[in-house]
């Protein structure tokens, strides 16, 4: 397997062969521009223009991508120093380095480096001896799909102090196994077994963005500990996570672990009850917030625009909800005034507490009044075939091929083998319009109560 070295050096530096090495004698010109020749062709004079070769490179972009390319080891670190001297961003995503010593020694060899994407290595094992830490720049960290245990993440980010982002999806973690020192006397008495092995760390301040998208956790107590780990997050994306409660065993205080949250994601949880989105409405910094596909959206019987309504008005902070547009003042107005209404007319034990806070804005408000302006969905019609005419009720929202379907077993005859024709009782001197066109609604054709529609056999 190629080192980092080989792969870079195949991918940036393979020695390339002059254009012009077979090509047939070439004669210069003192009248012509020195870009250009003449080439003798049997009685012909050819000119062709040449561009100058590009000199060898001296060093990789500041974006070096590397992933899948079977990379097992670093190679050699003084010629890794002198070609990515220029290095901010490296991919390594989907190789074989399971080395930590190794790694770190290619980033001490790019001073430069601040972003590192190492997903789908083969980094379980255990970190031992790290070199000095202040020499490494490192901001970003992608370890997805590495199944890294908590003592390693702990080592990461004692040797990181100035780590900002870290993505830590798709590690099968069910709990979080490290914690904030000052969390922990707490736990002590209802700790299970499993749970003794948690590793007391402190906290990293630096970091404001964490990744932990699909990992099946459960419990809002394992993300508190997040919270304590990560004391100043302004970023958290938990997709995926079948989260069935935002309340902490320990603690109904939701938020407290998260002050400065501004960005929270938690799209597919497993959330059935109003009650979270409540919790939700503590984080007092948080704008940007994305709930989709809850259970609790399948429980509801209204409308997606109604059930934004209803999130937005719960929600007096967010600014930013499902990955819409900023939340406009006439936006927010009108949802508070319909979850005023909505709420309303039900028994007070159903109301929420914000039902009383937004009372007490708008005031009590007349319903609106329900003006419905959709047509009938069955209207009743003379169908008639031969001499033989019969009333019956029809969805106006079939089609005509839907309607013939339907008519066969009342006139015995194959939809193919059938024609309609309709009659408007209020035009019957314009005589009947073929209704020729197979996937065309019934209401379209403005059919109301006693229009009738003639059916007769193609001959």
């Given at each position: 397997?190629?080192?980092?070295?080989?792969?870079?050096?195949?991918?940036?530096?393979?020695?390339?062969?002059?254009?012009?090495?077979?090509?047939?004698?070439?004669?210069?010109?003192?009248?012509?521009?020195?870009?250009?020749?003449?080439?003798?062709?049997?009685?012909?004079?050819?000119?062709?223009?040449?561009?100058?070769?590009?000199?060898?490179?001296?060093?990789?972009?500041?974006?070096?991508?590397?992933?899948?390319?079977?990379?097992?080891?670093?190679?050699?670190?003084?010629?890794?120093?002198?070609?990515?001297?220029?290095?901010?961003?490296?991919?390594?995503?989907?190789?074989?380095?399971?080395?930590?010593?190794?790694?770190?020694?290619?980033?001490?060899?790019?001073?430069?480096?601040?972003?590192?994407?190492?997903?789908?290595?083969?980094?379980?094992?255990?970190?031992?001896?790290?070199?000095?830490?202040?020499?490494?720049?490192?901001?970003?960290?992608?370890?997805?799909?590495?199944?890294?245990?908590?003592?390693?993440?702990?080592?990461?980010?004692?040797?990181?102090?100035?780590?900002?982002?870290?993505?830590?999806?798709?590690?099968?973690?069910?709990?979080?196994?490290?914690?904030?020192?000052?969390a922990e006397q707490r736990l002590q008495e209802t700790e299970t077994p499993e749970e003794t092995e948690r590793r007391i760390t402190k906290a990293h301040p630096?970091?404001?963005?964490?990744?932990?998208?699909?990992?099946?956790?459960?419990?809002?107590?394992?993300?508190?500990?997040?919270?304590?780990?990560?004391?100043?997050?302004?970023?958290?994306?938990?997709?995926?996570?079948?989260?069935?409660?935002?309340?902490?065993?320990?603690?109904?205080?939701?938020?407290?672990?998260?002050?400065?949250?501004?960005?929270?994601?938690?799209?597919?949880?497993?959330?059935?009850?109003?009650?979270?989105?409540?919790?939700?409405?503590?984080?007092?910094?948080?704008?940007?917030?994305?709930?989709?596909?809850?259970?609790?959206?399948?429980?509801?019987?209204?409308?997606?625009?109604?059930?934004?309504?209803?999130?937005?008005?719960?929600?007096?902070?967010?600014?930013?909800?499902?990955?819409?547009?900023?939340?406009?003042?006439?936006?927010?107005?009108?949802?508070?005034?319909?979850?005023?209404?909505?709420?309303?007319?039900?028994?007070?034990?159903?109301?929420?507490?914000?039902?009383?806070?937004?009372?007490?804005?708008?005031?009590?408000?007349?319903?609106?009044?329900?003006?419905?302006?959709?047509?009938?969905?069955?209207?009743?019609?003379?169908?008639?075939?031969?001499?033989?005419?019969?009333?019956?009720?029809?969805?106006?929202?079939?089609?005509?091929?839907?309607?013939?379907?339907?008519?066969?077993?009342?006139?015995?005859?194959?939809?193919?083998?059938?024609?309609?024709?309709?009659?408007?009782?209020?035009?019957?001197?314009?005589?009947?319009?073929?209704?020729?066109?197979?996937?065309?609604?019934?209401?379209?054709?403005?059919?109301?109560?006693?229009?009738?529609?003639?059916?007769?056999?193609?001959?």
């Amino acid at each position: 397997m190629p080192s980092l070295l080989e792969a870079l050096e195949r991918k940036y530096f393979a020695e390339c062969e002059f254009e012009n090495a077979h090509q047939p004698e070439l004669h210069k010109r003192s009248d012509l521009p020195n870009d250009f020749t003449v080439t003798k062709c049997g009685g012909r004079m050819e000119f062709s223009i040449f561009i100058p070769r590009l000199s060898p490179l001296t060093s990789v972009p500041a974006l070096l991508v590397l992933n899948d390319c079977d990379i097992d080891s670093a190679g050699d670190f003084d010629s890794i120093r002198e070609k990515c001297q220029r290095v901010r961003e490296l991919d390594l995503a989907q190789n074989k380095l399971s080395d930590w010593s190794e790694v770190f020694s290619i980033l001490e060899h790019m001073p430069r480096i601040e972003f590192l994407n190492l997903s789908k290595n083969q980094l379980a094992s255990p970190i031992g001896s790290l070199p000095t830490a202040p020499t490494i720049n490192l901001k970003s960290l992608v370890l997805n799909g590495t199944y890294l245990d908590w003592a390693c993440v702990d080592a990461l980010l004692k040797n990181l102090p100035v780590l900002q982002e870290l993505h830590l999806s798709l590690n099968n973690y069910r709990q979080v196994l490290i914690d904030a020192e000052e969390a922990e006397q707490r736990l002590q008495e209802t700790e299970t077994p499993e749970e003794t092995e948690r590793r007391i760390t402190k906290a990293h301040p630096a970091l404001k963005t964490l990744h932990f998208t699909g990992n099946p956790v459960e419990h809002w107590q394992e993300i508190c500990r997040l919270g304590r780990l990560f004391p100043n997050l302004e970023a958290l994306v938990l997709a995926d996570c079948p989260i069935k409660s935002l309340q902490a065993e320990e603690s109904s205080e939701t938020h407290r672990y998260f002050p400065s949250l501004r960005l929270l994601n938690l799209s597919s949880a497993q959330l059935d009850s109003w009650a979270a989105i409540d919790e939700l409405a503590k984080f007092g910094e948080l704008r940007n917030l994305r709930v989709k596909h809850w259970p609790l959206w399948e429980s509801l019987e209204c409308t997606e625009h109604e059930r934004r309504q209803l999130l937005i008005a719960r929600l007096p902070n967010v600014e930013m909800l499902n990955g819409g547009g900023k939340i406009s003042n006439d936006e927010r107005v009108d949802s508070e005034r319909a979850f005023v209404r909505y709420y309303m007319h039900k028994p007070e034990e159903e109301r929420p507490a914000r039902y009383e806070e937004l009372l007490r804005i708008h005031g009590k408000l007349d319903p609106l009044v329900n003006v419905n302006l959709k047509p009938d969905k069955r209207v009743k019609v003379l169908f008639t075939y031969n001499d033989v005419s019969e009333s019956r009720f029809v969805d106006i929202y079939l089609t005509v091929n839907d309607l013939k379907v339907k008519l066969e077993k009342l006139v015995g005859l194959a939809p193919n083998k059938m024609r309609l024709y309709y009659l408007d009782q209020d035009y019957k001197e314009f005589g009947p319009e073929e209704m020729r066109f197979p996937n065309k609604q019934l209401y379209s054709y403005n059919i109301q109560s006693g229009d009738e529609i003639i059916i007769d056999a193609k001959k």
